[in-house]
């Protein structure tokens, strides 16, 4: 099956750092997702994104999927950003897989 | 709109017990996701339905999970029996179509003693 993953597994920052988070997968996809999991558990929908450039506020997500991949820009971090960052593929078959994510701790 | 709703959000059990978790989707939502989460597993699919029709349960981990949908407003996750493995959080999720975005309730956290 599809594989995917995901750079890198951890990530630190000072506040206001920029970062870029980065998902690899190994097969054509239909669609791709990026969520932000926070320290509570809540699993929050941060862009629907199969191809191309999206952006909403501080963050933006860029997927070019000839080369399969995708990548997650975050600017001017804040503390609330901390948290685990997933990435999530459909391939068509309509089987959501997620990536093991990367965990993003932002010093204040 | 409310969001997507579980019950319960925390469940203790004993092992061999009966546990069921309920989900209510967002309201025109089509598409119905169950998912586990572990640490050692992470985030896994296991049942999706559309149209309250079971489409793909090969994520299922064996046969004492059953998953159920009798209308566009609620579904069900079942374990019989329960076992200490079966420990995890269990995260219900609605779209209004497959590959869309999905729109994930709080989970329930599981503990099987």
């Known amino acids: 099956g599809i594989q995917v993953e995901q750079s890198p597994p951890d990530l630190i920052l000072q506040e206001g750092a920029n970062s870029t988070l980065r998902c690899n997968f190994s097969?054509?996809?239909?669609?791709l997702q990026w969520f932000h999991q926070n320290p509570w558990g809540q699993l929050i929908n941060l862009f629907y994104?199969?191809?191309g450039t999206k952006q909403n506020g501080r963050l933006s997500a860029t997927t070019v999927a000839t080369e399969r991949y995708s990548l997650l820009y975050i600017s001017s971090s804040q503390t609330t950003d901390s948290g685990v960052y997933f990435c999530?593929?459909?391939?068509?078959?309509?089987?959501?897989?997620f990536g093991a994510g990367t965990r993003l701790f932002v010093k204040a | 709109d409310a969001g997507v709703i579980q019950s319960p959000r925390h469940e203790v059990t004993e092992m061999g017990q009966e546990v069921t978790l309920r989900c209510k989707p967002i309201?025109?939502?089509?598409?119905l996701f169950w998912y586990r989460q572990t640490m050692m597993r992470g985030l896994e699919l296991l049942i999706y339905?559309?149209?309250?029709?079971?489409?793909?349960d090969s994520g299922m981990p064996e046969d004492r999970f059953s998953a159920k949908m009798p209308n566009a407003s609620f579904s069900t996750l079942k374990i019989q029996p329960s076992e200490p493995r079966d420990s995890a959080v269990y995260f219900c999720?609605?779209?209004?179509?497959?590959?869309?975005?999905?729109?994930f309730g709080p989970g329930t956290r599981l503990l099987v003693l």
């Open positions: 999530a593929v459909d391939t068509g078959g309509f089987k959501t897989i």
């Open positions: 339905f559309n149209n309250n029709v079971p489409i793909d």
């Open positions: 097969d054509s996809v239909n669609n």
């Open positions: 994104i199969p191809s």
């Open positions: 999720a609605s779209s209004l179509s497959t590959g869309k975005t999905q729109y």
């Open positions: 309201s025109g939502h089509d598409y």
